[in-house]
Every structure is written in structure tokens, then in C-alpha cells.
């Protein structure tokens, strides 16, 4: 049977900033999608985290169907219209268009779909992450997908020893999907070479090359290329097919356990670790860290089961506590240096006022008669 994943993602409104969206905010686009998903969803799955409510949906109509993204789109402006009534914080904040126009992409939510042949067992991992950007996923999806250090499975299993196909995204090109496909192990520096620039390129879906069958798919929007201007991190999510021919779910989960440094924190303008966090987790220091959260599925005709929280678990909790000592490291230096993103990724425009105001201060010194007044 053939089925499509399909999770679409939205900040629609927080509690107290840009923490977590209130409780009947949750339901409320969870009443949406079941009472209006009959009939065109086989199964839905509505949770959050940080200030982000993410609906996954399955479904047999293939990636990009217009009833699909219209029936999310509807259940976060339904969620909008209470935010408001709630007095949540930046109520409909990811609703950048006025109306639907026959697919999500482009209009402010993050999108990342699947389609495939579903296998007897079919398990598959949903992250989710807030307060970062698509590029969070270049690391870790290099080290599953492309290094035998963190996946055994690429030395050990037959079944993943032709390596995978990287489809990467350049994000800066505006003007229609700029793309470029590469294979590791052979093109493995120039994957690397590319997605080391986590503001510019990122991966946007990976590839068995055992039988062709799609393993990973991001959503890869950049909030501020729709709207022309920064409107918040683009909080991205990802869908990952595990087991078998694709990696373990514990290879594909270990590369979190870095707490690497990514780009968002607070007013989405610096540097910050990547924290795992248990289900519905939410963020605080700093508006952050930035986070990310990993729930486990099996899809069966369709159905899913009830998730399995990937971190959950003590091992996380250690590597929660380190991660915090890497986010309290680095907000040390404050605005200094590696610690705030470069001019182009800053979220508020404030800095770039005060330079070009600044600029005009600026006097070219004449070296002679500087020399020539202490002579
Ligand atoms: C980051 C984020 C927050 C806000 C910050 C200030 O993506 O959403 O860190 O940037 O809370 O928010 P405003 O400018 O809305 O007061
Ligand atoms: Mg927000
Ligand atoms: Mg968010």
C-alpha cells in the first residue's frame, strides 16, 4: 500500500513570548484536524514543540496535495482565531499570506513529506525543532547518512552498502528550487564542503541507492524569502524512514548527542547548541536553546501508533546537562564575535541601522598631518 507522510508545522501563537503554545491552543487545531481530516486522512498526530504546533497526517494522495495542506492551513487559522481571543503572543505569526492558494510551501508553515510502498513494518522518526533553522539537519544527516563513525550500518548491513543520495538546497536562490544531487561515499567532501554553510545549503531529501527508496525529507522553508524580510527562525522539521535498508533509529538519533551549535537562540540571531528534548518540550534560557524533539512511529495501512518518545530517556538527561553548559559557555561572550550570527542573518534590523548610521562618523585620517601636529 502506498502512503504518504505528510507533517506541516506552524508558530501560531505563545504563552508569555515564544515558549510553547497554550493547551486549547494544541486541541484546538487537533478538534480541526479530526473533525474535518475524515475522509482524507487515514490517521493524524497533533503535538508541539517549543512555541510550534506540528500536525503529521497520513494519507494515500502523494506529497503536495491540495486538500492536505488546505485542511493544516485551515486548522492553524482556526488556531489563530483563538490565539487572538487568548491574547497569545504573536498570534498567526507564521501565516504570512492572507489565503490558501492550493499548497502550504511558500505561504509561512514548514512542510516535509514522504511517499513510499509501505514495507510489512514500517517505522519512521519525526523531529521537530524550534528556535533554529533547516540547516540544524545538515549535521546530524551527514553523520547518519554519510559516516560508518556514527552508522555502523554503513560497514555492517549489505542492504546500506551502496550509500546514500544527498538532495541539497540552495536557500539563498530565490527565484525557483536551486538544486544539486550528490552520492556518498564518493562525492563525500563535496557534501561536506556544501553543507558546512548551514545558512545556505541545506538538505532537502536523502536516497537509498541500494533501491532508490526516499529514507529522509526536510522542510527547507526560509521565513524571511517569503516575506522579505526576518519573521522568526524557520523552526524546521524532519521525517526520517529507519530500520532495514535505512539506519537504525539509534543511529539516526546519536548525532544529537553532539549539542553541535546552530544558528537561532534568541531573536533568532545567535548561536546557540542543539538540545534534545522530550515530547511537547518547550524552550526558556534565552528563548532557548534552540531545540529539538524526536517522536517514533510504525505506519501500518496507514495507522499510526502512539509515538515513542525518542528523548526520553536517561542517556538525554545527560546530554541535556551538557548541553546546557555549552549554551551557558557561549552566551558568556554575549554579543561578541561567533556568539551573535553575521549581519545577513540577523533577525531584527536593529544593528544594521546603527552601522549605517555610524557609517557616516567614520573620518580617513590624514596620516601627515597627524605626523606633522606631533612633530
Ligand atoms: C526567536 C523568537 C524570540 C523573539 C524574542 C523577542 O525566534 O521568536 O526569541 O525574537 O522573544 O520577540 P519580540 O521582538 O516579538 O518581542
Ligand atoms: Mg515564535
Ligand atoms: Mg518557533
Given at each position: 500500500m502506498r502512503t504518504t507522510l505528510s507533517v506541516i508545522k506552524a508558530d501560531i501563537g505563545g504563552v508569555a513570548g515564544h515558549l510553547m503554545p497554550s493547551p486549547q491552543l494544541v486541541d484546538c487545531v487537533q478538534t480541526h484536524v479530526r473533525r474535518h481530516g475524515g475522509g482524507l486522512l487515514t490517521d493524524a498526530y497533533v503535538g508541539a514543540t517549543g512555541d510550534d504546533i506540528a500536525i503529521l497526517g497520513t494519507h494515500p494522495r502523494g506529497v503536495g496535495d491540495a486538500r492536505v495542506h488546505q485542511l493544516a492551513w485551515d486548522a492553524f487559522v482556526a488556531g489563530t482565531a483563538l490565539a487572538k481571543e487568548q491574547g497569545?503572543?504573536?498570534?498567526?505569526?507564521?501565516?504570512?499570506?492572507?489565503a490558501f492558494s492550493?499548497?502550504?510551501?511558500?505561504?509561512?508553515p514548514a512542510v516535509a513529506e514522504l511517499e513510499f510502498e509501505e514495507r510489512p513494518n514500517e517505522p519512521f522518526l519525526l523531529f521537530m525543532a524550534d528556535k533554529t533553522d533547516p540547516g540544524a539537519y545538515n549535521l546530524p544527516l551527514y553523520l547518519t547518512f554519510a559516516d560508518p563513525m556514527h552508522n555502523a550500518g554503513l560497514l555492517l548491513s549489505p542492504k546500506m552498502s551502496h550509500g546514500f543520495r544527498f538532495v541539497i538546497l540552495d536557500v539563498a536562490h530565490t527565484d525557483g528550487d536551486r538544486v544539486i544531487e550528490l552520492n556518498a561515499p564518493e562525492d563525500l567532501y563535496d557534501i561536506a564542503a556544501l553543507l558546512r554553510d548551514n545558512q545556505r545549503f541545506v538538505v532537502e531529501a536523502i536516497y537509498s541507492r541500494t533501491d532508490g527508496e526516499q529514507a529522509a525529507a526536510v522542510s527547507t522553508t526560509r521565513l524571511h524569502n517569503i516575506a522579505g524580510k526576518?519573521?522568526?527562525?524557520?523552526?524546521p522539521v524532519l521525517l526520517v524512514r529507519t530500520q532495514g535498508g535505512f539506519p537504525a533509529t539509534g543511529e539516526v538519533v546519536a548525532p544529537y548527542a553532539i549539542g553541535h551549535y546552530v544558528a537561532g537562540f534568541m531573536r533568532g540571531s545567535h548561536v546557540g547548541p542543539l538540545m534534545p528534548v522530550k515530547k511537547n518540550g518547550t524552550t526558556s534560557y534565552f528563548d532557548g536553546p534552540p531545540v529539538v524533539s524526536c517522536l517514533g512511529f510504525c505506519v501500518h495501512a496507514g495507522k499510526l501508533t502512539d509515538p515513542a518518545?525518542?528523548?526520553?530517556?536517561p542517556f538525554w538527561d545527560y546530554v541535556r546537562e551538557h548541553v546546557a553548559q555549552k549554551a551557558i559557555e557561549i552566551r558568556?561572550?554575549?554579543?561578541?564575535g561567533a556568539a551573535m550570527l553575521g549581519k545577513d542573518e540577523l533577525e531584527y534590523t536593529g544593528i544594521v541601522e546603527k552601522l549605517r548610521a555610524l557609517d557616516a562618523r567614520f573620518v580617513v585620517r590624514d596620516e601627515r598631518l597627524a605626523t606633522a601636529a606631533g612633530s
Open positions: 497569545l503572543y504573536g498570534a498567526g505569526q507564521d501565516l504570512l499570506k492572507d492550493g499548497n502550504v510551501k511558500g505561504l509561512g526576518y519573521t522568526g527562525k524557520d523552526d518518545d525518542a528523548f526520553d530517556h558568556r561572550q554575549g554579543f561578541s
